[in-house]
């Protein structure tokens, strides 16, 4: 491959949802109603777990973070996926499109890595409950989430690497509404199986692995909460937290396998998932573990009443 030989694309063309105006103006009026509903809910969230001296559990913590990177994962595509429904020709600068690749994929991995971590708080609260607040101490929580981003960041390093190599001599029509490599690596003006290869296995067969892992522990640990039925409330609310991360689990990963661990062939559903998957998941993860969770709900309920009154 002799890069030298192939005129450099310097922007791409974005197809976006939809060529019908009429459309594309219901779904930019159903888009803003959802993100800027959805998203002042996460940043309560933050807010209430950061401010109530009650909320201080390793989980919160976590909890917390997660709806950083939920906002902040759902925040890379939605601004500019708005703008272009008002936009005709819809593009994105080469280094655009690489940016948005590298913090889509950074922040992406970084939130499963994070959801294993909440796996693991939860085994050593419901397994360990006596030796709970020794294991999961400040210290090693806040090393845990620092290993998370940094998983997070060497995954995306990987996926820009092998991007940033590749020709790009035309045509420069991305069939989607971002950059992700599943669209990029279509148009390289050379054979990309061996990339494809390596981004199927880092992406793809991670997310099962770690999705399989993350429903067997789980289900593990509803198996000891059931031989436990008996202990009352606190067994009813680990119960609940854990249903609710596998709420979580489903529809972060769910999507994800679909996109990243088959060939990177174009199918009817991609833009559909892609945008569950980016925009609408991402803002629902925090809000559908704090609906099952109580002392969330009863402190955010204070945190408003005072800053209304």
């Known amino acids: 491959m002799e890069p030298a030989n192939y005129t450099r694309v310097t922007e791409f063309v974005l197809t976006g949802l939809s060529?019908?105006?009429?459309?594309?103006?219901?779904?930019?009026?159903?888009?803003?109603?959802?993100?800027?509903?959805?998203?002042?809910?996460?940043?309560?969230?933050?807010?209430?777990?950061?401010?109530?001296?009650?909320?201080?559990?390793?989980?919160?913590?976590?909890?917390?973070?997660?709806?950083?990177?939920?906002?902040?994962?759902?925040?890379?595509?939605?601004?500019?996926?708005?703008?272009?429904?008002?936009?005709?020709?819809?593009?994105?600068?080469?280094?655009?499109?690489?940016?948005?690749?590298?913090?889509?994929?950074?922040?992406?991995?970084?939130?499963?890595?994070?959801?294993?971590?909440?796996?693991?708080?939860?085994?050593?609260?419901?397994?360990?409950?006596?030796?709970?607040?020794?294991?999961?101490?400040?210290?090693?929580?806040?090393?845990l989430v620092a290993v998370s981003w940094m998983g997070g960041f060497i995954h995306s390093i990987i996926q820009v690497a092998l991007i940033v190599r590749l020709p790009?001599?035309?045509?420069n029509e991305l069939d989607s509404y971002f950059c992700d490599i599943t669209q990029v690596v279509r148009i390289a003006c050379v054979n990309t199986f061996l990339e494809e290869l390596v981004m199927i296995f880092s992406s793809g067969l991670i997310s099962v692995v770690c999705f399989i892992a993350l429903l067997m522990s789980y289900a593990f640990l509803l198996v000891v909460l059931r031989k436990h039925s008996g202990?009352?409330?606190?067994?009813?609310?680990?119960?609940?937290?854990?249903?609710?991360?596998?709420?979580?689990?489903?529809?972060?990963?769910?999507?994800?396998?679909?996109?990243?661990?088959?060939?990177?062939?174009?199918?009817?559903l991609d833009k559909v998932v892609s945008v569950f998957h980016t925009v609408i998941f991402p803002l629902l993860n925090p809000i559908i573990?704090?609906?099952?969770?109580?002392?969330?709900?009863?402190?955010?309920?204070?945190?408003v009443n005072i800053n209304f009154i």
């Open 231 to 268: 202990s009352g409330e606190s067994t009813s609310r680990a119960m609940s937290t854990c249903y609710s991360h596998i709420t979580i689990v489903v529809l972060m990963f769910g999507p994800s396998i679909y996109i990243y661990a088959r060939p990177f062939d174009s199918f009817p």
């Open 289 to 303: 573990y704090t609906m099952r969770n109580k002392e969330v709900k009863t402190a955010m309920r204070k945190l």
């Open 168 to 171: 790009f001599c035309g045509p």
């Open 19 to 143: 060529q019908t105006r009429e459309v594309q103006l219901v779904l930019f009026a159903i888009f803003l109603f959802f993100y800027l509903f959805i998203l002042p809910g996460n940043i309560l969230i933050i807010c209430t777990i950061r401010l109530d001296p009650h909320l201080t559990s390793p989980m919160y913590f976590l909890l917390a973070n997660l709806a950083f990177l939920d906002i902040w994962y759902s925040s890379i595509t939605a601004p500019k996926m708005l703008i272009d429904f008002f936009v005709e020709r819809k593009k994105i600068s080469f280094g655009g499109c690489i940016a948005q690749l590298f913090f889509l994929h950074f922040v992406g991995a970084s939130e499963m890595f994070l959801l294993t971590v909440m796996a693991f708080d939860r085994y050593a609260a419901i397994c360990h409950p006596l030796r709970y607040a020794t294991i999961m101490n400040r210290r090693l929580c806040c090393i």
